[in-house]
């Protein structure tokens, strides 16, 4: 047999009257034990109201902005029998529901609440928001919860509620917009959090043998941070290739002197920076970035190229900009300006902002290949090693062919797979080895 139960207010401490500020359930509802009813709010503190027994409300008696205090009638609870709340507040007091058998007109007496146990239950737990409130959101235990529940960080979450009281809605809103906003693809990696790997391994290398601790520059905390976000969550694929730049590298040395003059160098990287662009208005998908929430692919029509430079703090991108509308000569002037103001560390962020695609050159260091990380939002980079000279087979078709010395740059682009195809990948670099063999078709 079920019976009515009239679910009060219980011992709130020292608070005489308090705002129903929340109502967390409605008739029909089913509620367990201690599952919070309402929230009640002073002008120090929030605190919900918990079911002292589990059961189906029947009638609400309180409403939005009521001013209750202890003993003030919240609701009608039906409870089954055996779950009738052992411990009711006082003045609670539970009635024999009107049972299938029973017509409603004429339900069974009510035992005297006296005959119930009666405990008082302990204070509400309060949740003080009055004195802490600069450094806490404004939002009810109940919402608390839920954000907790979802992970979500209040103090980024917007209130709309009176005062900014951040509500159930405000948390939905916000949990709604950064599932819209996030690139699909990506969405799952930063963080950590789908990666179910083993814990990072806790060694004492200097049981091994002698060890000396060296801190990470602030250069190399901050790159490492993004090179990691960057390095899970793009798909990375590297294309390799390689451009015959025997013709260029004679014209560049030709073309060298005089920029020596002027105190700087002509090396390959401004030529390369022309070629790129030339590719990159042939390929424009690879001058792009994808938008948040991965819908559309953001083309750009400017061209500012990114050159990672290695600096003695750890690496820096800083990003030449309109390099289409430069000349080789200014871009190796630029490129010898940007390089020493990094190595000097008096690079600002916004020379380091912007950047449409990058290139990343080690050819004046050595290696045959590498897999360079993308700069995100940039949706592909490209490594340059260093030049060989080596024996290539020439010869047209049906013609005897001969193995020519040729100098070779390998080239290694990483791209966005989300973005760009494999074959388009190919295609790029074959252009853009085209490019650097006749670096005339820059000019087309
Ligand atoms: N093949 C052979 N030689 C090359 C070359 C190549 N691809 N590229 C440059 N060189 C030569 C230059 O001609 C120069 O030779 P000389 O000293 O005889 O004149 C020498 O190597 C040094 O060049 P440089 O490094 O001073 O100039 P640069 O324009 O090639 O590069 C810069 C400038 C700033 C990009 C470079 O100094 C640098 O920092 N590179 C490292 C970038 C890096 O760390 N990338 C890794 C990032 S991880 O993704």
């Known amino acids: 047999m079920s019976s009515i139960t009239e679910i009060k207010v219980p011992d709130i401490g020292d608070f005489k009257e308090v705002d129903v500020i929340e109502i967390l359930v409605k008739p029909g509802d089913s509620v367990a034990k201690e599952a919070s009813l309402i929230t009640v709010e002073s002008d120090k503190a929030t605190m919900e109201i918990p079911s002292p027994a589990a059961g189906l409300v029947k009638e609400l008696k309180v409403k939005l902005g009521d001013k209750v205090g202890e003993g003030s009638m919240i609701l009608l609870l039906e409870t089954s029998e055996g779950e009738s709340p052992a411990a009711q507040p006082a003045g609670s007091a539970a009635i024999p529901a009107p049972s299938a058998a029973t017509p409603a007109a004429a339900p069974a007496p009510a035992p005297a609440p006296a005959t119930l146990p009666i405990h008082r239950p302990a204070p509400v737990p309060l949740e003080p928001v009055g004195d802490v409130s600069a450094f806490k959101p404004h939002a009810s235990p109940s919402v608390r919860k839920f954000a907790r529940e979802l992970a979500v960080d209040l103090s980024k979450v917007q209130g709309s509620g009176p005062k900014g009281r951040i509500t159930q809605e405000d948390v939905q809103a916000f949990v709604k917009r950064v599932m819209t906003q996030a690139p699909a693809p990506a969405a799952a990696a930063p963080g950590g959090a789908p990666f ?197 087979w020439m010869g047209a078709k049906g013609e005897a062919g001969q193995f020519v010395p040729r100098l070779m740059l390998p080239l290694s682009l990483s791209y966005d797979h989300r973005v760009i195809d494999g074959a388009s990948a190919a295609r790029f670099t074959s252009y853009l080895a085209s490019v650097l063999s006749d670096i005339r078709r820059s000019l087309l």
């Not at 662009?277 to 692919?297: C, D, H, K, M, V």
């Not at 050159?307 to 800083?318: F, N, S």
Request: hydrophobic residues 40%; charged residues 25%.
């Open 196 to 392: 179910n790997l083993p814990e990072w391994p806790q060694v004492d290398f200097g049981k091994f043998g002698p060890v000396e601790l060296k801190p990470l520059s602030r250069i190399k905390k901050l790159s490492g941070a993004n090179l990691h976000r960057n390095w899970i969550s793009i798909p990375h694929v590297t294309q390799f290739d390689e451009a015959d730049i025997t013709d260029l590298e004679v014209f560049r040395r030709e073309s060298g002197a005089a920029s020596e003059k002027q105190g700087f160098k002509l090396t390959m990287l401004a030529f390369m920076i022309k070629a790129c662009i030339t590719a990159l208005r042939q390929y424009p998908e690879f001058n792009a970035s994808l938008e948040r929430g991965g819908e559309n692919l953001v083309l750009k029509k400017y061209f500012h190229i990114g050159v990672a430079v290695d600096t003695p703090d750890g690496l820096v991108v800083p990003v030449i900009r309109d390099a289409d509308r430069k000349g080789v000569y200014d871009l190796a002037r630029e490129l010898a300006e940007v390089s020493k103001l990094a190595r000097d560390r008096k690079l600002k962020p916004g020379d380091m902002q912007g950047g449409t695609f990058s290139i990343s050159s080690l050819g004046g260091i050595g290696g045959t290949a590498f897999t360079p990380i993308i700069n995100a939002p940039e949706v592909a980079i490209l490594g340059v090693s260093r030049s060989v000279m080596r024996p290539v």
